[in-house]
């Protein structure tokens, strides 16, 4: 039988985007910056990470004015799922385009 407890901390420890802390009531905020190297603007974004991957690349195309189909690692790792993105994370987005020629 698992305890209350246990799914606590469970909770605490997944990756997922913006959660409520259930010992202290304060919702944890996952913030992370975008970059995207084909946009006019060269300064990164600060955000906070929506739910989905679909909604990050939404988010993104606003801010950058593109159409994003990659979210990479700054260190060029592809990301396809949310749940491996932390706190302080720097993500580039590729447009469509971009993500032929890779």
Known sequence: M??????SEKDLLSPATNRMNSF????T???VT???????DSRGKLV???DSLQELLL???KKFRITP??????EGAEID????????????????EASRQS
């Open 81 to 96: 799922d949310i749940d491996v993105i932390r706190d302080g994370d720097h993500l580039v987005l590729l447009s469509t």
């Open 48 to 50: 906070l990470l929506p």
């Open 69 to 74: 189909a990659k979210v990479l690692s700054k």
């Open 59 to 61: 988010l993104g195309g």
């Open 24 to 27: 202290t009531s304060v919702e």
């Open 34 to 40: 975008l970059t995207c190297p084909e946009s006019s």
């Open 2 to 7: 698992m305890s209350s407890m246990h799914n």
């Open 29 to 31: 905020l996952t913030r």
